[in-house]
């Protein structure tokens, strides 16, 4: 079972656009959500992560939006540029005193940003 | 600072062989886990570790064993490697499973 959702799989902008993917969860006990990007040969890296207290938060051209009562958040590349060009996982975990809960991780949506 | 160390890179094995894909870090990080990267299906973990001594099953577990006798190091084993098993294999560390993890950048596993 499936219990974060990505989409799209796949997703081409062009350069100074807007990139959005989008990601949905089931468990209402997750609240930690962190955005990775990976490029080819690499690992993962954290880009951005938001806990339910707020609906959004920015860093720089990247933003999370939060939609708790819907269960679903997002990442808005804005200005896209080719450099952004890479997999971006969206992930969920819960919170607990030990902080030993496990992420979940979406199935990755490869993003290429075309001049 | 090294951060999260995999080695080998890149390793082909036979179907029934055995290895060991070694994870180390040198960030003093508590939780350390590995994870499988297969097309179309994210980042799934295997197993994981909350200190040393201390390890856990994670979502795909089977064929697969980890110890955990420092703080630094995390080491896979493959007991008898099948072809499903091939895939990328990716180590991570952070100070707790709610916080940002730590990759390292990944072993490629063929199994022929």
């Known amino acids: 079972q499936q219990q974060v959702k990505q989409s799209p799989q796949s997703l081409i902008v062009q350069k100074g656009g807007i990139s959005i993917i989008n990601c949905a969860y089931e468990?209402?006990?997750?609240?930690?959500f962190p955005w990775y990007q990976q490029f080819p040969g690499k690992g993962p890296a954290l880009l951005i992560a938001?806990?339910?207290?707020?609906s959004e938060k920015k860093e720089g051209r990247f933003t999370i939006s939060f939609n708790k009562s819907a269960k679903q958040f997002s990442l808005h590349i804005m200005d896209s540029q080719p450099g952004d060009s890479a997999t971006y996982f969206c992930?969920?975990?819960?919170?607990?005193?030990?902080?030993?809960?496990?992420?979940?991780f979406g199935t990755g949506t490869r993003l290429t940003i075309i001049p | 600072n090294a951060g999260v160390t995999q080695t080998p890179k890149f390793q082909v094995l036979k179907t029934g062989q055995s290895m060991t894909l070694q994870c180390a870090q040198d960030m003093n990080h508590e939780y350390m886990s590995w994870y499988r990267q297969d097309p179309g299906m994210g980042l799934r973990l295997i197993h994981y570790s909350v200190g040393a001594g201390i390890t856990d099953q994670g979502e795909v577990p089977n064929g697969y064993n980890v110890s955990r006798s420092t703080t630094e190091d995390f080491p896979l084993r493959l007991l008898s490697a099948a072809p499903s098993q091939t895939s990328v294999y990716f180590c991570?560390?952070?100070?707790?499973?709610?916080?940002?993890?730590?990759f390292g950048d990944g072993t490629r596993l063929s199994i022929l």
């Open positions: 468990n209402t006990a997750f609240d930690y």
């Open positions: 991570a560390s952070s100070r707790r499973g709610d916080q940002p993890q730590h």
């Open positions: 938001i806990r339910p207290d707020v």
């Open positions: 992930a969920a975990s819960p919170s607990s005193i030990s902080g030993n809960e496990k992420l979940t």
